[in-house]
């Protein structure tokens, strides 16, 4: 894709899904590349895709919610590459429950990982960003960041809040004048580790959730959505929706507007099984 060679780009939970395709067509459109994640395994197996590539990487061991080691790290890319222009803040992991018999731990964890990950990897590259003088922030949140849905209370509530920060983000950087674009980015389903990795209340049974999401409802591939994040990107677009799911939710709940849990209400009784019965 055009726009992106000489570009350095940073991605976040790189070992896997998303950001392991990002990584991958970044490195085939040109650009240089930070990549991160937790899981070392999944991490090797996306840098030696990129070298094949030929692409100029640089791979670490980054946990998201680790503020300090996040911030030294956005300085050792910036002093590795010289400068950064994009960062793709992708990490993320899900949990499903519902509210009364969620535990505390559930909710922060996914707090931690899906809204202050997406804070400490903004906060820590803005200033690299600006002094590039060609920055883009790209904050994946979800369709779960447009609605709601029972026992996605935890994961709604981190992916609302990175929609609201980023979307204030884009209106400060335009407003103060400052050379840094900023998307938002909502996928619907997409066949990726998420479901899988993900957990859940006691009482159930996170392999069968996994199998309903990827049987039913991750349509559109990994590949797909990278595609479509980069074509948002390179367009400046504010807000990108991946998947005729996401682009059919998205008018749905705007139509309906707060009577659109009605609408969904069949749907998501069968896909988010109750945890409090
Ligand atoms: N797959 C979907 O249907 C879907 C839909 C909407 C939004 N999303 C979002 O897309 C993003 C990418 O998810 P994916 O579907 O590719 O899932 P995935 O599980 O395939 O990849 C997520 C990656 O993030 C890494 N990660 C988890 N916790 C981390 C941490 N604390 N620090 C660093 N890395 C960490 C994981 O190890 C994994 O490699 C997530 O933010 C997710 O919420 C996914």
């Given at each position: 894709m055009q726009g992106f060679a000489g570009k350095?780009?940073?991605v976040t939970g790189a070992g896997s899904g998303i950001g392991q395709a990002l990584a991958v067509e970044l490195a085939r459109s040109g650009a240089s590349i930070a990549i991160s994640d937790v899981d070392t395994d999944g991490l090797s197996v996306t840098e030696q895709r990129l070298k094949?590539?030929?692409a100029n990487v640089k791979a670490d061991r980054l946990d998201v919610?680790?503020?300090?080691?996040?911030?030294?790290y956005a300085d050792e890319v910036r002093n590795h590459f010289g400068k950064v222009n994009q960062i793709y803040n992708n990490a993320g992991i899900a949990f499903t429950g519902d509210v009364e018999v969620s535990q505390f731990k559930d909710i922060e964890r996914v707090m931690d990982v899906d809204f202050w990950g997406v804070v400490n990897g903004t906060k820590a590259f803005l200033p690299h960003l600006i002094e590039s003088g060609?920055?883009?922030?790209?904050?994946?949140?979800?369709?779960?960041?447009?609605?709601?849905?029972?026992?996605?209370?935890?994961y709604n509530a981190a992916k609302f809040a990175v929609r609201g920060f980023t979307e204030a983000l884009r209106q400060e950087m335009a407003v103060g004048g400052k050379p840094v674009k900023v998307t938002t980015v909502h996928p619907g389903g997409i066949r990726t580790a998420i479901a899988r990795n993900a957990s859940a209340v006691e009482g159930l049974d996170a392999e069968?959730?996994?199998k309903v999401f990827d049987k039913r409802l991750?349509?559109?591939?990994?590949?797909e959505a990278a595609r479509v994040i980069m074509d948002g990107v390179r367009r400046n677009k504010a807000r990108v929706l991946i998947g005729n799911d996401a682009r059919?939710?998205?008018?749905?709940?705007?139509?309906?507007?707060?009577?659109?849990?009605?609408?969904?209400?069949?749907?998501?009784?069968k896909l988010m099984?109750?945890?409090?019965?």
């Open positions: 350095v780009a940073v094949e590539i030929g919610t680790e503020r300090e080691a996040f911030l030294l060609d920055g883009h922030v790209i904050n994946v949140s979800s369709v779960f960041g447009l609605f709601s849905v029972p026992g996605q209370a935890a069968e959730l996994a991750a349509k559109t591939s990994p590949e059919i939710l998205d008018v749905l709940v705007r139509i309906t507007g707060p009577h659109y849990a009605r609408l969904f209400s069949g749907v998501t009784s099984p109750s945890s409090t019965h």
